[in-house]
């Protein structure tokens, strides 16, 4: 395993979601770790990151409704989504921050009634 997001699925507006991300240990280990969104071929984008230590950033567009976590023992970053959107409708990968080049498999959301 190298990266492989799972937890995606279809939820309702206002619904929740939390992913989970296994990565190999030689991506996860003392590196930044990100959730990135991809709407389209060419658009992708961080949306969370959290440093080795725990210090969590997000985008605008999901503050107060997206948390991130990471567990260092087990290789895994998660993502908590509260409130959904229908705009949070993508594909989300999980990379370390900054990201390899190799993105692994990533989880659709669906935000729609």
């Known amino acids: 395993v190298q990266l492989q997001a799972s937890g995606g699925g279809l939820v309702q507006p206002g619904g929740s979601l939390r992913l989970s991300c296994a990565a190999s240990?030689?991506?996860?280990?003392?590196?930044?770790m990100g959730w990135y969104r991809q709407v389209s071929e060419n658009q992708r984008g961080l949306v969370a990151k959290?440093?080795?230590?725990?210090?969590?950033n997000f985008a605008d567009s999901v503050k107060g409704r997206f948390t991130i976590s990471r567990d260092n023992a087990k290789n895994t970053v998660y993502l908590q989504m509260n409130d959904l959107k229908p705009e949070d409708t993508a594909f989300y990968y999980c990379n370390k921050v900054p990201p390899n080049p190799f993105w692994g498999q990533g989880t659709q959301v669906t935000v729609s009634s």
């Open positions: 959290i440093t080795s230590n725990g210090i969590a």
């Open positions: 240990g030689s991506i996860f280990m003392n590196n930044a």
